[in-house]
DNA sequence: ACCCCCATTTGAACGTGTTCAACTCTTGCC
DNA sequence: GGCAAGAGTTGAACACGTTCAAATGGGGGT
């Protein structure tokens, strides 16, 4: 009828996105009710009112679902970070207020978001946080570190100031990686880890300019350059 | 013919034994040659020239079957270091030695070992080296890394000595967490990252004893074991 | 010799993620 | 209006890991 079909803008999305939102919409809340494992492809086809086979048109496999999932927790962290960061000068509460917003926007999901992160350390995983398609929320999450970083009174070795976000994020990914494990009730002793590692960080980051210090540290930024971050050869 | 079967110590095993070794040789050979996701239970069972259902008479699950590997990469391990344990005296060398000869024991098996190490981060897998079912291997670490200590000359802040080789040996679990994510020629990043790390760790030991060190020291040491290893709650 | 018990073995069947040839519907063009 | 082309959609079929009720077999007690 009235529908002309500008290539992008439109709110009436061209109908397949429609399609493809429905899908991740009943896909995000059947995992969330029942457990990524306990999902299956047909229930949420079912669910969604369409076939398998729809479903894999829009979405390569189960685990791209998730991506979906992933992106909202990013949207949500970075919302509910946004005015510890404009307000907050000193880098240790800096860094603890971000992580423990991050705690705290994905306690509920902690038991599904248990089974799939274990994608993490599957190189072969779209969903491994060092592949090529993560890079998008990878550097999202490392520019959170830098404005960190850059909106603290924190006084680094300019040598590793460069590299620190990126170091700061990996601090990320391992306390994720904890936090994965972490059987405690509301995830309290990842809490306490974040809490008391935080303040030693930025203590070594004060010793890190000390004259004895400083050949340690520019050995190991060297390293880590050395080494190559997330490039393949 | 003149086979009495005495219940043990007897070369020819109780039978089950043997069907249960016959399937762990196929699966692990199977494994090696095609690599683990393309070796389907199936073609293991004929190979072997069982059943499919035997086979799960014997092995929890697939993954189960890899233990055994896990199992012997250590056991090649534990035998090509202990020349170096013997002779070396210095540390840095030590853990560098142990290390490297890690690396070479695995190289065969880089890419079919990076598709099962991904259990790693997975708190649910039995492979997991922090599951309950791993903790043999797991201990066998730890005390892997306690020798390159305790035979070494390094002087260390006694608080931290204690829970060292537990701090080693999770060194050690990122150090192959990075050579899965490897696709350097023969593993060669790995190499330097090891090569390079091992004498900042060691000086880094020497640093923890410093009277401008020792505190952080004592205060990280606490944060370790308050968090509790590998207990559940 | 017989029989019973239980470790061992079997393979069909189940539920899963994924694929694909075929079908339907929409859109743009005459 | 009619028509080709391609986007969208279908569900049966495939391969896999896993389960299980049933069959097999051997060894010890009588």
Redesign the interface.
């Known amino acids: 009828m009235c529908r002309v079909d500008q290539p992008a803008t439109t709110p009436s999305a061209p109908k397949g996105e429609q399609t493809r939102a429905l899908i991740l919409e009943t896909a995000l809340r059947l995992f969330q009710e029942n457990g990524y494992d306990r999902t299956t492809m047909r229930a949420i086809a079912k669910d969604a009112g369409v076939s398998v086979g729809n479903a894999y048109y829009y979405f390569e496999s189960k685990e791209h679902l998730v991506q979906g999932f992933y992106d909202r927790m990013v949207a949500l962290h970075r919302e509910a970070v946004a005015p510890l960061l404009a307000s907050e000068p000193k880098f240790a509460a800096r860094l603890d207020g971000v992580m423990q917003a991050w705690l705290e926007v994905s306690e509920p999901y902690h038991e599904f978001a ?2 799939f ?9 779209p969903l491994s946080p ?1 592949s090529d398609e993560s890079s998008p929320a990878r550097d999202a999450g490392i520019g959170l570190m830098r404005s960190v970083l850059l909106g603290s009174t924190a006084k680094v070795d300019p040598e590793l100031r460069e590299d620190l976000p990126e170091l700061l994020w990996l601090y990320q990914m391992a306390v994720v ?1 904890f936090w ?2 972490d ?2 009730e509301k995830a309290a ?1 990842t809490g ?2 974040v809490r ?2 935080t303040p ?1 960080i930025a ?2 980051l004060q ?1 890190s300019a ?1 004259r ?2 400083r050949p ?1 540290t520019r ?2 930024v060297q ?1 880590f350059r ?3 971050w997330f490039t ?2």
Chains 1, 2 share one sequence.
């Not at 992160?117 to 995983?125: G, I, L, R, Y």
């Open positions: 248990a089974q992160f274990k994608n993490a350390a599957d190189p072969a995983s060092f990686l994965v494990h059987k405690s002793k306490m880890l008391r590692s030693l203590r070594l010793l000390t004895v210090f340690l050995e190991g390293l050395d080494i190559g393949s050869k």
